[in-house]
């Protein structure tokens, strides 16, 4: 099956949206897994999964919640993760409702941007054990790993900028993995650090953060904090360009009101531009190689040249210097 059969280039969806054949069937494929063997690495061999079928099976592990308040004014979205008694660790129906969020989003045509942040004292602290313990297992393991890099692939894609905030206790395990699902990371000065602590765990990571993180930081980077699963301290995390910037923590200790200010600096242009420029950029993140990328490009930008945001500008006789 071509690549053009399954993306859809319209803005407000993302290169995952088409992910079900007419027919219904999930198209979802593992043959990447396979490839593993001749490195001697032992593989899951299991059945294709059905992800409508898999968010049923998370739906009933329970345990706090993951909520969506959209400030239409500003054009932002704040999700919130809110496991109190856990440290925000994500329970299976946390999952679930994640990805309900993320699909609303993608129908989102007036927002620009979304903060992803968590309630009390951190972002996340991973995946939560008694979920972990309850579907342990080659093929729990393997369901929630399809669900999840499907929710997080898309939440990367939102025509949407994102950015997660890391704060008090900062991101662990699947935390730091669902902060390098956003286009940026936001920490403040007073966090404890972002540490991707699986093999801790004698585990790797499962949410596709691996190779979101060697785009983020570099392949050697990120072999280095995934083998030591050390924690990074902010200063060295915006050294290495693991976060954007260092904000102050804020009246509430979670460094939201700077981060919304950081994030409405970069969402001055009309949402037309920003999905845009976000559908640009995903052609590239999703490697659809360079020529792919550059025809993706020139297709999503001549719109735009004499459209309405555009002759707005010229109209106003904008100086790009003062």
């Known amino acids: 099956m071509s690549l053009r059969v399954l993306r859809s280039i319209r803005l407000s969806k993302s290169p995952w ?10 198209i979802f494929t593992s043959t990447m897994l396979h490839r593993c063997k001749s490195l001697g690495v032992r ?73 992803l942040h968590g309630a009390g004292g951190i972002l996340c602290s991973g995946g939560d054990l008694d979920f972990a313990r309850a579907s342990s297992g080659a093929e729990g393991g393997f369901k929630m790993a399809c669900y999840m890099h499907e929710v997080l692939s898309r939440l990367k894609a939102l025509h949407l900028v994102s950015a997660a905030i890391i704060h008090g206790q900062g991101a662990l395990g699947g935390g730091a993995e669902l902060a390098t699902a956003c286009d940026w990371r936001l920490m403040t000065n007073d966090c404890r650090g972002i540490g991707l602590v699986h093999t801790r765990m004698g585990i790797v990571p499962a949410w ?13 980077t990120a072999l280095e904090l995934i083998t030591s699963s050390r924690i990074v301290t902010p200063e060295e995390s915006l050294k290495i360009g693991l976060v954007d910037a260092i904000v102050g923590p804020g009246p509430d200790g979670d460094g939201l009101a700077e981060a919304v200010q950081w994030v409405c600096s970069h969402i001055q242009a009309d949402p037309e531009v920003i999905h845009a420029v976000k559908a640009t950029m995903a052609s590239f993140d999703f490697h659809l190689g360079f020529d792919k990328v550059l025809e993706e490009e020139r297709r999503i930008f001549a719109p735009l040249w004499g459209g309405p945001a555009n002759q707005k500008a010229l109209n106003s006789r904008i100086k790009h210097l003062k």
């Open 43 to 115: 593989v899951y061999e299991g059945k294709e999964v059905d992800l409508i079928e898999v968010k049923d099976w998370l739906s009933k592990y329970e345990g706090g919640s993951v909520t969506l308040t959209k400030n239409e004014s500003l054009g932002i979205a704040d999700i919130l993760l809110d496991h109190p008694n856990k440290r925000n660790a994500m329970s299976g129906s946390m999952m679930v409702q994640l990805g309900d969020i993320v699909e609303e989003l993608e129908n989102w045509k007036e927002g620009k941007g979304v903060i």
């Open 17 to 26: 949206s088409l992910r079900y054949h007419k027919s219904g069937q999930n």
């Open 208 to 220: 596709g953060a691996s190779s979101r993180l060697a785009s983020i930081v570099g392949s050697r």
